[in-house]
């Protein structure tokens, strides 16, 4: 596949799951996919299925969408620099709702072959997340 066409895919892949629909991962995402920063949950099964686990929770507890920044492709690799965007609506395991608008930039990697993610790696600004969560103190503010 072109670069371009690695681009797309990945684009596509963020508009399915912002639309919620999760079923397209069997689309996009290789069974045997691996993901070697998973979301610290536990219970999330390898593979496709602990992606689909994960974006369900965080769909069911944080709806929102992601905001592509910008993406460069070279050779199987598509990074993308993404923010985010949601409303910490639900309880997440050991955090529970703030109600809080939630803004988190974040650079993940995808490689693709044959037209399907199939390793991923990310970074993102956790500090700020575990804040807008409720879960660590803002410098300044009171306890």
Do not use: C
Not at 30 to 42: G, L, Q, R, S, T
Not at 79 to 84: C, F, I, N, P
Request: proline share 7%; charged share 20%.
């Amino acid at each position: 596949m072109s670069l371009a066409e690695n681009k797309a895919i990945m684009r596509r892949f963020y508009d399915e799951i912002d639309r919620g629909n999760l079923a397209a991962m069997d689309e996009f995402v290789a069974e045997d996919y691996i993901n070697h920063n998973p979301p610290p949950f536990p219970g999330l099964a390898p593979g496709r299925a602990g992606l689909k686990q994960a974006f369900q929770l965080f769909q069911e507890a944080t709806p929102g969408y992601h905001r592509i920044e910008q993406m460069v492709a070279e050779g199987d690799q598509v990074v993308t620099h993404l923010t985010a965007i949601g409303t910490h609506e639900r309880d997440l395991p050991g955090i529970p709702a703030s109600g809080n608008h939630l803004e988190v930039a974040a650079i993940a990697i995808h490689r693709l072959a044959d037209g399907k993610i199939v390793e991923h790696w990310s970074s993102m600004d956790t500090l700020t997340l575990l804040q807008q969560l409720g879960v660590i103190p803002k410098p300044g503010t009171e306890h």
